[in-house]
């Protein structure tokens, strides 16, 4: 299977429950604070679960950012990979409707396993119609894209640089 040497950024979540969107408005976040090189694409992956595998199968490089409910204070960030993913993801038993450690083994069965890792938050509130992060969750964004791009550096897959305001 051909994969592209492109890095995916994919945010995951749904924006109409607060800081379920989280993953998705951080995906933005990075995309519009900082300088990226033309080799890294970023996609909203919403909410549709198993039909990410079609994006996954594409790329050699995958960060995924997303809320995690590892039972630690609201605003928590987390570093996922392999086995880990499936402990804490909230694609888990949500509106993805699938696991995201399923879905990189199914990949591994079709030959495009993406090396991957996900960046997490845990949500303040996330299962009300709120269509705005918490006002704790947008004060955490910006930290937590620090974090995820400083990731993205250390393990050599871009070099993305904050943009100065």
Request: proline share 4%; glycine share 10%.
């Amino acid at each position: 299977m051909a994969q592209n040497d492109r890095l995916c950024v994919l945010g995951v979540g749904n924006i109409i429950l607060g800081d379920e969107g989280f993953g998705v408005r951080a995906m933005e976040w990075l995309r519009d604070h900082y300088d990226w090189p033309d080799d890294v694409d970023f996609i909203d992956g919403g909410t549709q679960g198993r039909v990410l595998m079609t994006i996954l199968l594409d790329y050699r490089r995958v960060v995924v950012l997303d809320i995690v409910r590892g039972q630690c204070e609201p605003g928590t960030v987390y570093l996922l990979e392999n086995e880990d993913m499936r402990k804490s993801c909230s694609f888990h038993d949500s509106t993805h409707d699938t696991d995201f450690v399923d879905l990189l083994c199914t990949c591994d069965l079709l030959g495009g396993r993406p090396e991957a890792f996900l960046v997490g938050f845990e949500p303040y509130r996330f299962d009300e119609l709120m269509t705005e992060l918490t006002p704790e969750a947008q004060a955490g964004l910006p930290e937590f894209c620090r974090k995820a791009a400083a990731e993205i550096r250390r393990r050599g897959w871009s070099d993305p640089v904050e943009k100065r305001a």
